[in-house]
């Protein structure tokens, strides 16, 4: 069974550097093809793509956001993580980290619960 | 401005059937990338309902289908019912932004 799990803190000051951590099994990032995804999605908003990495440790980021994402994954551990810098209240929302079903152009089949990022001071 | 445009609502009366469209571009869903659909409910994470423009996952009922022509896709549900209501959004890949899409969203309501 294939799950994912986001964790971080759920209050950041503006300005402030946040890390997330998507922690997931049921499935390896080292298998040809994987490809893990971070989504968020403020409230009553839309959901925004932000970042992908996959299998041979390529990494894709929106456009809008790549100066201030980075993600990177810990095989050993089952964990891709993703770090936002300079943040600002709009970034508020909820996060996903989704396991793509395919390449780095396929949709997502399985996502995690979601965690919540407050931006204020 | 989502690069993907979908009305942001659509109604219908229990057991009718509706669309919601999703209008891209040559660049997305006009250049043969796939399209996916995702309900979701208040509160929870999105789920996945169509892949590959038109398959179902696993236990998605086939009142759920998704279809794909030009540069737009559509979701068509039929035999609407009450737990139906929820948001959708679908999603593709955009060659000029090299990116994933999504959607602005759909909201369902079955009256």
């Known amino acids: 069974q294939v799950t994912l799990r986001e964790s971080g803190p759920a209050l950041v000051n503006p300005t402030q550097t946040v890390t997330l951590t998507c922690s997931f099994s049921g499935f390896s990032l080292s298998t040809s093809g994987m490809c893990v995804s971070w989504i968020r999605q403020p409230p009553g908003k839309a959901l925004e793509w932000l970042a992908l990495i996959a299998w041979d440790d390529d990494k894709y980021y929106s456009t809008s956001l790549k100066t201030r994402l980075t993600i990177s994954r810990d095989t050993s551990k089952n964990q891709v993580v993703l770090t936002m810098t300079n943040m600002d209240p709009v970034d508020t929302a909820t996060y996903y980290c989704a396991r793509n079903s395919g390449d780095y152009m396929s949709g997502m089949d399985v996502w995690g619960q979601g965690t919540t990022v407050t931006v204020s001071s | 401005q989502s690069v993907l445009t979908q009305p942001p609502s659509v109604s219908g009366a229990p057991g009718q059937r509706v669309t919601i469209s999703c209008t891209g571009s040559?660049?997305?869903?006009?250049?043969?990338?796939?399209v996916y659909w995702y309900h979701q409910l208040p509160g929870t994470a999105p789920k996945l309902l169509i892949y590959g423009n038109s398959n179902r996952p696993s236990g998605v009922p086939d009142r759920f289908s998704g279809s794909k022509s030009g540069t737009s896709a559509s979701l068509a549900i039929t035999g609407l019912q009450a737990d139906d209501e929820a948001d959708f959004y679908c999603q593709s890949y955009d060659s000029i932004l090299s990116a994933s899409v999504f959607g602005g969203g759909t909201k369902l309501t079955v009256l």
């Open positions: 040559s660049s997305n869903i006009g250049a043969g990338f796939d």
